[in-house]
């Protein structure tokens, strides 16, 4: 579950890159952010997962609030959410199978069970192949 409620981010040069934002998704619901560039769909996407801090407003993730969330534990919050970054951040030295498996490997997560998470993630966006 994603909620934002009235939220408003302005940084520190001026520039508002998001004014009075309310929104509302169920979990399991499938969502697309479009938009042209610079009407703020990557800040909405860095106040989910905590690398910006709305100006005002609320912004919830399966019903914690992450701007009240101590920085210590902001990396509990970014295990439950998965980004997919405009620059990719991907390791050239590894294929895209290995890249999927990475984060799964440094949370030691049996290897069985990153198979076969990495297999679906890869069936779903069309990569198998």
Do not use: C, W
């Amino acid at each position: 579950m994603i909620e934002l409620k009235n939220v408003s981010k302005t940084y520190r040069n001026g520039v508002k890159a998001l004014k009075n934002v309310s929104l509302f998704i169920s979990q399991g619901e499938m969502v697309y952010l479009t938009g042209k560039s610079g009407s703020g769909k990557s800040t909405l996407l860095k106040l989910l997962y905590k690398q910006e801090k709305p100006s005002r407003g609320s912004v919830r993730v399966d019903k914690q609030n992450v701007g009240k969330l101590n920085s210590k534990d902001t990396y509990k919050l970014r295990r439950e959410i998965g980004i997919v970054f405009q620059d990719f951040k991907l390791l050239a030295s590894k294929t895209v199978y290995e890249n999927v498996a990475y984060a799964l490997e440094v949370l030691e997560t049996p290897e069985e069970e990153i198979e076969e998470k990495v297999v679906e993630a890869l069936q779903t966006v069309g990569l198998i192949h």
